[in-house]
Every structure is written in structure tokens, then in C-alpha cells.
């Protein structure tokens, strides 16, 4: 039975991958990664890893769903034909990555064994510079599932993959709904890297920040009334 083993990259510099997750990594006979946008991948490449990625697939897929569902599909041909190999996502494999969410449903079906290791996600240096104890309630969703919320959660909210600035614009809007424009939100960018930012910002400038990319997040912290 071959075995597909998940490992994550860290939210970050490669300091925060785990020495588990390293190690499989740098013993891998077929590595390869969701995308090579990330971090961590020069250094992955310094310490001559040798690896594949599923970068092309983005420019083939028509939405995300669709471009998660090829990338679980195709890692479970490549195991069964080719035997044993190595996924890396970025950050950690059970956080906000729905390739791997996919690849285990999948792999029910199949003769693949799917081993998924722990790793640290951005939620974890959230915490730390944030200063912020999850036991007190979090909610924690992805930017495009913003329209699911009916009501303003009586938590603070984390919205994660706000990746670029039409997704940005459309998460604004919907928030607008909820809360008021001038509302306080933790703009968070490149968290764990040395041009980190974290910033205050009202609601109604998210769409207008110059830096959203794919390492863009937000947090809303919960306020009484």
C-alpha cells in the first residue's frame, strides 16, 4: 500500500516547520507541493531538496473547488503509480487547506494510505503577537466564506486568504453588513517574516491597502456593546 504523507511548510520562515516535518521532507523520494509561493521554498531549495509542484494547475482550473479537487485526484494517481510520496501545503495541513480535507475523503476509497503530520499554522504566531488566548473564543473562517456569517459573531473573528484586492473588496462589503464602517480590524500581512505587518485599520480601507496578497489575514476582535 503506498502511503501519501501531509506535512506542512509553517506560516512563515522555514525556522517554524517542524523538525519532523523537515526531516521527511529532505528523505523524500518524490516531494512535492502544492505551490512553490511560499517562504519556506527557498530554503527548501538551498538544502537541495528536489521537489514538484502543482502551480501549473492553478492555471487550468476554473475556480478553486474544482483546482482542489484535480490536485487531490492527481496525488492519489501519482502514490498508486508511482508509490510513496511527500505533500507540503503551506502552514499546517488541518488549517484552512482544503486539498488535504479532499485527499483524505478521497483516499477512503483507494488503496492509498494518507498520513497527516502536525504543523504549525499562522493562527499560532496569531496568538503570540497578537496576545490573544483562543480559549476565550475564536472563530476562524476563509475570506470567501464571509457571506455565510448571518449576524456578528459574539467572538472575535479571524479571516484568513484575503489574497487579493477584488477578494478584499468583496469581504469589505459583506463585513459592512455586520459591523460599522469605521470598525477596528487587525490588518495582518507576511506574519513570521522580517517585513511582518500589523496594523489597525477602519473597515472601510481593507480594499484599499497596497500590500494584499496571498499572506494577507484579518482579525476582528469581539467588542460589547
Same mark, same amino acid.
Given at each position: 500500500?503506498?502511503?501519501?504523507?501531509?506535512?506542512?511548510?509553517?506560516?512563515?520562515?522555514?525556522?517554524?516547520?517542524?523538525?519532523?516535518?523537515?526531516?521527511?521532507?529532505?528523505?523524500?523520494?518524490?516531494?512535492?507541493?502544492?505551490?512553490?509561493?511560499?517562504?519556506?521554498?527557498?530554503?527548501?531549495?538551498?538544502?537541495?531538496?528536489?521537489?514538484?509542484?502543482?502551480?501549473?494547475?492553478?492555471?487550468?482550473?476554473?475556480?478553486?473547488?474544482?483546482?482542489?479537487?484535480?490536485?487531490?485526484?492527481?496525488?492519489?494517481?501519482?502514490?498508486?503509480?508511482?508509490?510513496?510520496?511527500?505533500?507540503?501545503?503551506?502552514?499546517? +495541513?488541518?488549517?484552512? #487547506?482544503? &486539498?488535504?480535507?479532499?485527499?483524505?475523503? @478521497?483516499?477512503? =476509497? /483507494?488503496?492509498?494510505?494518507?498520513?497527516?503530520?502536525?504543523?504549525?499554522?499562522?493562527?499560532?504566531?496569531?496568538?503570540?503577537?497578537?496576545?490573544?488566548?483562543?480559549?476565550?473564543?475564536?472563530?476562524?473562517?476563509?475570506?470567501?466564506?464571509?457571506?455565510?456569517?448571518?449576524?456578528?459573531?459574539?467572538?472575535?473573528?479571524?479571516?484568513?486568504?484575503?489574497?487579493?484586492?477584488?477578494?478584499?473588496?468583496?469581504?469589505?462589503?459583506?463585513?459592512?453588513?455586520?459591523? +460599522?464602517?469605521?470598525? #477596528?480590524? &487587525?490588518?495582518?500581512?507576511?506574519?513570521? @517574516?522580517?517585513? =511582518? /505587518?500589523?496594523?489597525?485599520?477602519?473597515?472601510?480601507?481593507?480594499?484599499?491597502?497596497?500590500?494584499?496578497?496571498?499572506?494577507?489575514?484579518?482579525?476582528?476582535?469581539?467588542?460589547?456593546?
Amino acid at each position: 500500500m503506498a502511503t501519501i504523507t501531509v506535512t506542512g511548510l509553517g506560516p512563515g520562515r522555514a525556522g517554524l516547520i517542524t523538525r519532523e516535518s523537515w526531516d521527511i521532507m529532505a528523505s523524500a523520494q518524490r516531494l512535492v507541493l502544492r505551490t512553490r509561493i511560499h517562504p519556506t521554498v527557498e530554503a527548501i531549495t538551498a538544502a537541495g531538496m528536489e521537489f514538484t509542484t502543482y502551480d501549473g494547475f492553478y492555471e487550468e482550473a476554473a475556480d478553486f473547488e474544482s483546482l482542489y479537487a484535480a490536485i487531490a485526484r492527481d496525488l492519489l494517481r501519482r502514490a498508486e503509480t508511482e508509490g510513496d510520496l511527500v505533500y507540503a501545503v503551506p502552514g499546517s +495541513p488541518l488549517v484552512a #487547506e482544503r &486539498t488535504v480535507v479532499l485527499l483524505r475523503d @478521497l483516499a477512503k =476509497e /483507494s488503496d492509498v494510505k494518507v498520513d497527516i503530520l502536525p504543523g504549525m499554522s499562522f493562527v499560532e504566531v496569531m496568538y503570540t503577537r497578537l496576545g490573544i488566548d483562543p480559549i476565550d473564543g475564536l472563530t476562524i473562517i476563509d475570506a470567501e466564506d464571509v457571506a455565510t456569517l448571518k449576524e456578528r459573531p459574539a467572538q472575535s473573528l479571524v479571516i484568513t486568504q484575503v489574497y487579493s484586492q477584488p477578494i478584499a473588496s468583496d469581504t469589505k462589503l459583506m463585513l459592512m453588513d455586520l459591523y +460599522p464602517d469605521e470598525y #477596528e480590524v &487587525t490588518y495582518i500581512h507576511n506574519l513570521a @517574516l522580517p517585513d =511582518e /505587518s500589523i496594523r489597525q485599520i477602519p473597515l472601510y480601507e481593507l480594499d484599499r491597502q497596497k500590500d494584499v496578497d496571498h499572506l494577507t489575514s484579518l482579525f476582528i476582535r469581539a467588542k460589547s456593546e
